[in-house]
């Protein structure tokens, strides 16, 4: 019983995947199927947020989601991120705010990140975009560079 | 696992034929998906077939007068961002608002959250508090139940085999609040939980408390207490205090029993005074 092909545009490109079991996760789509490492995979449990992506704009946990759950749909991961005006603006700020340490963490953050600025834009303030990425955890605790980063980027959005 | 197989019926006839193809365990429902992945890995009696309603035309939000109706696949993040949710339902509001993270609400659904009826839902206490009703609908035609009878206890519902939850109604806008402690903010679980809400067509309150196994209650004797939509420091006290004696509460891995009662009076005591104090509270 083979399933059937489904396509999903992955940043901006058409990507037609065969063969991919019901039982498929879209992390481990992206990861091991599509080659795109820079997704995290962090706890396989919906707590850590590392393996933020957007799916069809919004950010989405990849490790809870069925790649057959969002078959035909547009999906943005960090390898994105850079041809994309608000994705760079963040990169840019941590960047400049020095946000990582070991940078595991990193592509989830900067991932729910955009998504949430699409979502809010400039409405939203510092604190309300800092309870709102409560779901991506940082080990090396670097939450104040965060911090830093978001401040930066409300002070001169993109 | 590798035997599983995923449809998306595009019709509710056709999604409710789905359910009734394999033995009951055999078959599961795929509304958000995120509890969904635990039981594909977890149980030793896993799925073999995820029906997914993700073309059902369940994704909505109706304000009909003072009538709330919420589609059961909507995602909870576009409930939370509705414009009139925070006013009109803040403690519904609320208690969207403790459920994951925005990545998980997202996806996750009301539908999804009260047909898998953990004792750690953070919405059937606020759902409990508002009266809520649950639209049903499956082979022999559609039916509703308030929630209070739909929620049978941990992980049981009153579905029937081939039933669907097809949205959850809510009676009228109430003043609420939902209070909550736990170790992490956003991806925990509470361990107590307290929905407080006044009805101004009952004239009486509405106390519910969730974190306590095997399912979230209302507390009508704490409840009797507060005297109106007013209630004076010292009803709100009592209600307090009397809902910390009366509640079954368990030690646990979250937290002990003695931690809980201190929990369930110092969070009934701030809801019920954040309704108060809130702009459209007690009158």
């Known amino acids: ?158 | 696992m590798s035997s599983l197989t995923f449809v998306t019926p595009a019709s509710v006839d056709a999604a409710i034929a789905e359910l009734r193809t394999g033995e009951p365990g055999e078959v599961a429902v795929l509304a958000g998906g995120t509890a969904l992945l635990f039981a594909l890995e977890g149980a030793k009696a896993a799925p073999r077939r995820v029906v997914s309603l993700r073309r059902l035309p369940w994704r909505t939000v109706d304000w009909n007068g003072p009538v709330l109706t919420v589609g059961s696949t909507l995602p909870l993040r576009s409930l939370e961002r509705d414009p009139e949710l925070a006013t009109r339902h803040p403690g519904l509001f609320e208690a969207i608002r403790a459920v994951g993270s925005v990545q998980l609400r997202h996806r996750a659904t009301l539908g999804g959250n009260l047909g898998r009826a953990s004792p750690a839902s953070d919405l059937i206490p606020v759902l409990l508090a508002l009266d809520a009703e649950v639209e049903m609908v499956g082979p022999t035609g559609a039916r509703s139940l308030p929630v209070d009878r739909f929620v049978l206890g941990s992980r049981r519902t009153a579905l029937a085999p081939g039933e669907l939850i097809r949205a959850v109604r809510f009676p009228e806008p109430r003043p609420s609040a939902y209070r909550w402690q736990r170790v992490r903010p956003a991806n925990d679980i509470s361990q107590i939980a307290v929905a407080a809400a006044f009805s101004p067509s009952a004239g009486s309150w509405r106390l519910a408390v969730g974190g306590i196994p095997p399912r979230g209650v209302r507390v009508p004797e704490a409840e009797a207490m507060l005297l109106s939509s007013r209630p004076t420091e010292a009803e709100i006290r009592g209600a307090a205090e009397r809902a910390a004696r009366h509640l079954t509460i368990a030690t646990d891995r979250r937290a002990s029993e003695e931690y809980r009662r201190h929990l369930v009076e110092t969070l009934i005591e701030r809801a019920v005074r954040a309704v108060v104090e809130s702009p459209k509270g007690g009158r």
């Open chain 1, 1 to 158: 019983m083979t399933p059937p092909p489904l396509l999903l545009t992955v940043n901006g490109r058409p990507r037609p995947l065969e063969g991919v079991p019901a039982s498929e996760r879209l992390i481990d789509t992206i990861r091991w199927r599509l080659g795109l490492k820079g997704t995290k995979d962090g706890c396989r449990t919906g707590d850590c947020g590392a393996c933020t992506v957007l799916v069809d704009g919004v950010s989405t946990l990849s490790c809870l989601t069925l790649t057959h759950e969002v078959e035909g749909s547009s999906l943005s991961t960090i390898e994105g991120m850079a041809e994309d005006p608000v994705g760079r603006a963040v990169q840019e700020a941590f960047d400049r705010a020095g946000a990582l340490q070991c940078g595991y963490c990193t592509p989830g953050f900067v991932v729910a990140l955009v998504g949430l600025l699409r979502e809010r834009g400039r409405a939203a303030s510092v604190d309300e975009l800092l309870a709102d990425l409560g779901g991506n955890l940082c080990r090396c605790t670097g939450y104040l560079s965060i911090a830093r980063a978001v401040a930066l980027l409300q002070k001169e959005a993109p």
